[in-house]
């Protein structure tokens, strides 16, 4: 990305490094956000390794219900109140949601201000840190309002993926076979090789996901930075999976085990309109089951709800509808070439499935 590229740490023990700090604090004004999960695990060796800074610090509510505009307000109170200036710099420790939130308040703050990623779940370490996208939740769609503002620096410590629940781990393992599916077949097989070892929190096969995964994700966003193109095919499952978070209600299913049962219903699309072989979606459905993660959507909304939700989606070009498809596992399109009514059906039978139980 030119004169906006960034460094990636990944490895165990980094938050408490000095050295990983240093080069990239460049004021002497510092403020770290977290929420009211993370902050009592991680804060304290955050502000020993900031030593010598003049350090802040607000604490959010845990939780995507809160990533909206109300709370991020209270980052904006903590800089005003303090007079932080043009030199400070955002510390966000935390998951996609700190991370988007603390991203978006230093794109906006003073028309832009530097930040720094310190992602401690896994599926901010291996997809929303990186990347520059930031942003709040509107109750009318997902991420809508938002901008790009790359940071400065992603400080991954593995060491954070020991205290995450089952379930989160989950939910960043879905992001890690998204990049199987639409660009690195042979990632893939070596996710389905080493499923048990990522499982067990092996941090040997933590470290090689997450890297592998960021040099994906590096690579299509170097090629695409504020996704005019293909940088959408990152979003394979989002669709879909925005919708159910919406419809659900956010906070019900998280971001990961929606984009789960998203892109299991973009694998199936997929061989309904002949693109993509039954082998294939067996493939995909059974990797993620294998990761606990739900690969049938929720039954509770209808067709029209489904058809609603994602329509409000920042794929959607000249009122079409484009989605991100699959032609064979690593090989995914961006596309708004697909007969509505096979997507209407698809949607017919989880609606019925749900009218029937």
Same mark, same amino acid.
């Given at each position: 990305m030119g004169e906006r590229s960034y460094p990636i740490l990944i490895g165990p023990g980094l938050l408490a490094q000095p050295a990983c700090w240093q080069p990239h604090v460049r004021g002497r004004q510092v403020l770290v956000v977290s929420n009211d999960t993370v902050a009592p695990l991680y804060l304290e060796a955050v502000e020993a390794a900031l030593a010598g800074f003049d350090l802040h610090r607000v604490i959010l509510p845990d939780g995507e219900q809160y990533?909206?505009?109300?709370?991020? =307000?209270?980052i904006f109170d903590a800089l005003l109140e303090a007079r932080l200036g043009r030199d400070v710099i955002l510390v966000a420790l935390g998951g996609g949601v700190v991370g988007d939130m603390a991203g978006f308040a230093a794109a906006c703050y003073q028309r832009g201000v530097a930040f720094i990623q310190v992602p401690t779940t896994l599926l901010a370490q291996v997809d929303s840190s990186v990347?520059?996208?930031?942003?709040? =939740? @509107?109750?009318?769609?997902? =991420?809508? %309002? &938002? !901008?790009? @503002?790359?940071?400065?620096? +992603? %400080?991954a410590d593995t060491d954070t993926l020991r205290t995450l629940p089952e379930r989160e781990l989950a939910?960043?393992? /879905?992001? +890690?076979?998204?990049?199987?599916?639409?660009r690195d077949p042979a990632f893939f097989d070596w996710l389905e090789a080493h499923r048990e070892h990522l499982l067990a929190r092996d941090a040997d096969a933590l470290a090689e996901a997450i890297e592998r995964s960021c040099r994906n994700k590096a690579a299509v966003v170097a090629a695409d930075e504020r996704e005019a193109g293909q940088r959408a095919l990152l979003n394979l499952g989002h669709t879909f999976g925005h919708a159910i978070e919406a419809g659900m209600g956010y906070g019900v299913w998280l971001h990961g085990e929606a984009v789960a049962a998203g892109m299991v219903l973009a694998a199936e699309l997929s061989a309904r309109l002949g693109w993509l072989d039954a082998a294939d979606v067996s493939r995909a459905r059974a990797l993620l089951a294998g990761f606990g993660l739900p690969v049938d959507p929720p039954a509770a909304l209808s067709v029209e709800r489904w058809l609603a939700l994602m329509a409000v989606d920042k794929? +959607?070009?000249? &009122?079409?509808?484009?989605?991100? *498809?699959? @032609?064979?596992? &690593?090989?995914?399109?961006?596309?708004?070439?697909?007969?509505? /009514?096979? *997507?209407?059906? *698809?949607? !017919?039978d989880i609606a019925g499935a749900g009218a029937g139980a």
């Open positions: 990533k909206d505009l109300d709370t991020l =307000n209270r990347g520059g996208k930031t942003g709040v =939740n @509107h109750p009318l769609g997902k =991420n809508m %309002i &938002g !901008a790009f @503002h790359q940071p400065r620096a +992603v %400080i939910a960043g393992l /879905a992001e +890690v076979v998204k990049y199987g599916l639409i794929k +959607v070009q000249g &009122g079409r509808l484009r989605l991100v *498809l699959l @032609h064979g596992i &690593g090989r995914a399109v961006v596309t708004a070439d697909f007969d509505p /009514a096979v *997507l209407r059906a *698809l949607l !017919a």
